[in-house]
Nanobody
Framework: QVQLVESGGGLVQPGGSLRLSCAAS????????MGWYRQAPGKQREMVAD???????NYANSVKGRFTISRDNAKNTVYLQMDSLKPEDTAVYFC?????????WGQGTQVTVSS
């Protein structure tokens, strides 16, 4: 099993940047596909970005060119660098880990983009 703890959320003005971190427990972090999802009020949870153990990345169209996902297997951590933030990026962001049929979620961190 893997436990995930997100950090780095907060309030930022439109056009600003934030970096989210997700620290994972467990010794096989490098084997997991890691991802970030988000859920805005009244909306379904949606995939933002994910990264394979080999470093291949995938992004939602709405964040391409603005967000960057990365991972540091030595630190058991996955990051989401968010630039050029927009009010519509406001949501609770969740870290996700997947290995075959097993998956785990973090508790979420709030990101609010507002002037």
């Amino acid at each position: 099993q893997v436990q995930l703890v997100e950090s780095g959320g907060g309030l930022v003005q439109p056009g600003g940047s934030l970096r989210l971190s997700c620290a994972a427990s467990g010794s096989i972090f490098s084997s997991y596909v890691m991802g970030w999802y988000r859920q805005a009020p009244g909306k379904q949870r949606e995939m933002v970005a994910d990264i394979t153990r080999g470093g291949l990345t995938n992004y939602a169209n709405s964040v391409k060119g603005r967000f960057t996902i990365s991972r540091d297997n030595a630190k058991n951590t996955v990051y989401l660098q968010m630039d050029s933030l927009k009010p519509e990026d406001t949501a609770v962001y969740f870290c996700h880990a997947r290995l075959s049929s097993y998956y785990s979620w973090g508790q979420g961190t709030q990101v609010t983009v507002s002037s």
